[in-house]
């Protein structure tokens, strides 16, 4: 099976629970007809798609993604493809999440910079698998929105800042993994410099055409391995001027 996700739009019917216990009752049959369809999410897109990682599994499973999505597109939350969540923003197909996640090959304890926070989805499923997160989102009614669902949920280990993700964050460097939700033309040379030794940095790179790269810092400079084409939105702010000086 191919490693690049087909977006496949399978209809779930909606369940609806009707019982005399009131708005208890209803929240919980919510709860489980969303639990249900994140069983079927992790069946279908995250095992089938061949990730193996059971903890990376287990975090999938765990994570609600429908409460990151916004009202008006969060019936296709467990859906195989990307999602708006405003500011020409969106959230990853939950396979690509999984995906960037396991080759990741993290440990509990470990710090973990995400650079676009975007939905708060992805910097959850790293809290799940006991990383220590420290994300910037340089949108800030996204930031803010993903700080606040973040701390409602309880995922205490993720610290949100707006900002431009370009420079990193230095003050809490070294990184023992990076991870990049938005597309640059290149590796912005402060994250690298913020990996730790041994540390592993994953990251879309390129304009039309992307590609997922992974990169492991080592004694004597980076290995660089390419994983798979991929569609990211455009990182902003510095990375964009960057990119506009190259391609005049």
């Known amino acids: 099976m191919s490693l690049v996700a087909v977006l496949l739009i399978i209809g779930l019917g909606s369940v609806v629970t009707r019982c005399g216990n009131g708005n208890q009752a209803m929240s ?55 999602l708006s969540i405003g500011h020409n923003q969106t959230i990853s197909q939950p396979f690509i999440v999984a995906y960037m996640t396991e080759a990741l090959k993290l440990n509990s304890g470990e710090k973990v910079l995400e650079i676009g926070t975007g939905s708060g989805y992805q910097a959850a499923v790293l809290a799940e698998l006991g990383a220590h ?22 995922y205490d280990t993720v610290r949100v800042r707006t900002g431009d993700g370009y420079q990193g964050w230095s003050d809490e460097s070294p990184f023992d993994a990076i991870i990049l939700t938005a597309a640059p033309s290149h590796v912005p040379s402060p994250l690298l410099e913020q990996l730790a030794i041994g540390g592993r940095l994953i990251v879309p790179v390129g304009g039309h055409t992307q590609k997922l790269l992974l990169m ?33």
Request: proline fraction near 7%; charged fraction near 25%; charge should be neutral.
């Open 216 to 248: 492991q810092r080592t004694e004597e400079g980076h290995q660089q391995s390419e994983l798979l084409p991929v569609r990211f939105v455009p990182m902003t702010g510095q990375a964009q001027k960057d990119s506009s000086s190259r391609n005049p």
């Open 133 to 154: 997160v420290f994300s910037i989102e340089i949108i800030e009614p996204l930031a803010l929105r993903a700080k606040a669902i973040l701390s409602k949920l309880g």
């Open 28 to 82: 919980q049959g919510n709860e489980d007809t969303r639990q249900a369809e994140r069983d079927w999410m992790v069946n279908t897109q995250i095992v089938g798609g061949g990730i193996t990682d059971p903890k990376v599994v287990v975090a999938m499973r765990r994570v609600p993604r429908h409460r990151f999505i916004p009202d008006e597109h969060v019936e296709g939350a467990y859906g195989d493809f990307p």
